[in-house]
């Protein structure tokens, strides 16, 4: 008989979602003549199309495909060179210099985010925020290692800062970031490399949002803070930034810079274990992808792109208009699609979110399924229509 990984016994039914939809197909049968007045702002998934230079792309890969002089079979794990380099010259125009050698092309930043933690043994002290993309809490405790929380509140903005009395080793952190939509500044993620440096930790930083950063002062890349490559692995993706979420391409920076010792004092670099990982267990993001993903990189493809962004922008500053005019506290909307609230009245997460259905048929994220510090606040996203997001927001400021 196999012995079973039981910490799969210690991973928390992935709830949230299909509750949601429970309550929401409960409402819908319950209530057959409002059924069709529904508008969800709880998904995070992006509703506009794939660009033109994506869809070009990958019109032209294909037809490369058809041909034996251009047909590509296998290509390199970690990407091709043209993809490796169209991402690390996306950087440079953002003011980061990353080497295109570190850069690792892969189908999803979930997928790395998970599977990064096979680089790192199980007694490390590792640090999350709660509240949280679920997946960094769910894949450490697959692998049975313990987690550290810190708490993000309105006091600290949803911004957990270095705390000195707690020595960590592996550090987790997302700006923009989903659920709060907030966003670190320089000096905050300087804290943040200095903390790692002075006590040989490594950052685990997510910026699947860095494109829908508005301010031009506040960091896209954690490599924007001086020292970031001898502490930091970054995770990107065109997920958000170009609708990929069905399309799937993702990079992830392991700079060369980054090597440990180990316990009989040898040395290991993190970018040499990432490569031999990925060479064993991957075999690649299909070169048609990855092709129309280096046309999104270009600076025509990314305006294209950036418009999209403004489009969902819109709908996350009629949300934000309206919580200001409730004197609603809120983070987010300005640079991510996120925002999230405090329950008006006291209300707890999921009351709110069955008042909000009963009432006005808006259906949105319950803060507690990212975590205890999301109790008493809420999620909604800008991904939906202009017209479904102002209709929505006019009904919660009668509401309220
Ligand atoms: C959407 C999202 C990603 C992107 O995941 P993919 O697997 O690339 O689609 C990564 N991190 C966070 C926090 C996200 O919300």
């Known amino acids: ?17 299909a509750e949601i939809a429970r309550r929401v197909k409960a409402y ?40 034996s002089e251009t047909f590509k079979g296998y290509g390199p794990e970690q990407g091709y060179e043209f993809a490796r380099k169209a991402v690390a010259d996306y950087y440079a125009r953002n003011g980061v210099s990353v080497d295109a050698d570190d850069v690792f ?19 490390n002290v590792i640090l999350v925020p709660d509240p949280v993309y679920p997946v960094y809490v769910d894949t450490n405790t697959m692998d049975g290692k313990k ?56 950052i685990l930083f997510d910026s699947a949002y860095e494109a829908f950063v508005s301010e031009p002062e506040l960091p896209r890349s954690i490599y924007a803070v001086e020292g970031a490559k001898k502490c930091a692995i970054e ?21 060369k810079e980054l090597v440990f010792a180990t316990s009989d004092g040898k040395e290991l670099s993190l970018h ?20 129309a993903a280096a046309q999104v990189f270009t600076e025509q493809g990314m305006s294209e792109c950036m418009e999209n962004i403004s489009y969902y922008m819109e709908n996350a500053r009629v949300i934000a208009e309206t919580l200001r005019k409730k004197n609603i506290p809120f983070t987010g909307g300005v640079n991510s699609p996120y925002i ?16 909000l259905l009963e009432n006005i048929q808006v259906v949105g994220t319950p803060g507690a399924g990212f975590g205890v510090n999301g109790k008493n606040y809420f999620r909604l996203t800008s991904f939906g229509t202009h017209e479904k997001t102002k209709e929505a927001m006019e009904r919660f400021d009668k509401l309220f």
């Open 1 to 17: 008989m196999p012995k079973l990984n039981e910490n799969y016994l210690n991973v928390q039914d992935s709830y949230l979602f």
């Open 28 to 67: 819908e049968e319950n209530h057959p003549d409002k059924a069709g007045s529904i508008i969800r702002l709880g998904i995070g998934d992006v509703t506009r199309p794939l660009t033109k230079s994506a869809v070009e792309g990958l019109h032209k890969a294909v037809d490369e495909q058809t041909v």
């Open 105 to 123: 092309i892969s189908d999803g930043a979930k997928s790395d985010t998970g599977n990064i933690t096979e680089l790192f043994a199980q007694d």
């Open 147 to 202: 987690i550290i929380y810190m708490n993000g509140t309105e006091e600290n903005d949803f911004l957990p800062m270095p705390d000195n009395n707690v020595k960590a080793d592996i550090i987790y952190l997302c700006s923009p970031n989903n659920p709060t939509g907030a966003c670190y500044n320089k000096e905050q993620l300087k804290a943040w490399v200095d903390y790692a440096l002075a006590n040989e930790a490594v």
């Open 235 to 255: 995770f990107c993706s065109l997920s958000k930034t170009a609708g990929f979420t069905g399309t799937r391409f993702s990079y992830t920076v392991v700079p």
């Open 272 to 291: 040499d274990m990432w490569n031999r990982r990925q060479s064993t267990k991957f075999n690649g993001t299909p070169y048609i992808i990855q092709y």
């Open 340 to 355: 999230w609230f405090k329950c008006p009245n006291g209300m707890e997460s999921w009351e709110l979110f069955d008042h």
